[in-house]
């Protein structure tokens, strides 16, 4: 079992900065991917960013040149550094962490931008 844990979200002017962290615990060395998702209200959930334990990335093209992920395997925690936010960016994020075939979830996070 994986245990995720999301902080960081809050309201934000467009063309403003965030930083979401999700702590994983658990049989977090066993994870091999990690991730962002979001979902706005009315929408369905959509991948923003992954990382694997071998650092390769991936990313949304909304989100591309715009968000960075990144990942302490010592710390067990993944970052998404969020700049140049646009009100379509708001939604919840969701962590989000696989684990052979077993995909675990955070909570969520509510990101809101304000034109």
């Known amino acids: 079992q994986v245990q995720l844990v999301e902080s960081g979200g809050g309201l934000v002017q467009a063309g403003g900065s965030l930083r979401l962290s999700c702590a994983a615990s658990?049989?977090?060395?066993?994870?091999?991917?990690i991730g962002w998702y979001r979902q706005a209200p009315g929408k369905q959930r959509e991948l923003v960013a992954t990382?694997?334990?071998?650092?390769?990335?991936n990313y949304a093209e909304s989100v591309k040149g715009r968000f960075t992920i990144s990942r302490d395997n010592a710390k067990n925690t993944v970052y998404l550094q969020m700049s140049s936010l646009k009100p379509d960016d708001t939604a919840v994020y969701y962590c989000?962490?696989?684990?052979?075939?077993?995909?675990?979830w955070g909570q969520g996070t509510q990101v809101t931008v304000s034109s």
């Open positions: 989000n962490a696989r684990v052979r075939t077993t995909t675990f």
């Open positions: 658990g049989s977090a060395s066993s994870i091999y991917v």
């Open positions: 990382v694997t334990n071998d650092a390769w990335t």
